[in-house]
């Protein structure tokens, strides 16, 4: 029994985890997207502005 349920918390715990790694897969593409956006269309100047 114990076993039993070693292994169910095991896959909920791998479960959650690879859910959350996917999550941020996709916060991280969609974050990638607005900042090269904003790079592309703000001015040379701001970037190289010492």
């Excluded at 790694?21 to 904003?38: C, D, M, P, R």
């Amino acid at each position: 029994m114990f076993l039993i349920l070693a292994v169910l918390v095991l896959v909920l715990i791998f479960g959650v985890a690879g859910f959350t790694i996917h999550l941020l897969w996709i916060v991280a593409a969609i974050v990638a997207v607005i900042w090269l956006f904003g790079f592309a269309t703000k001015s040379r100047g701001r970037w190289y502005k010492r």
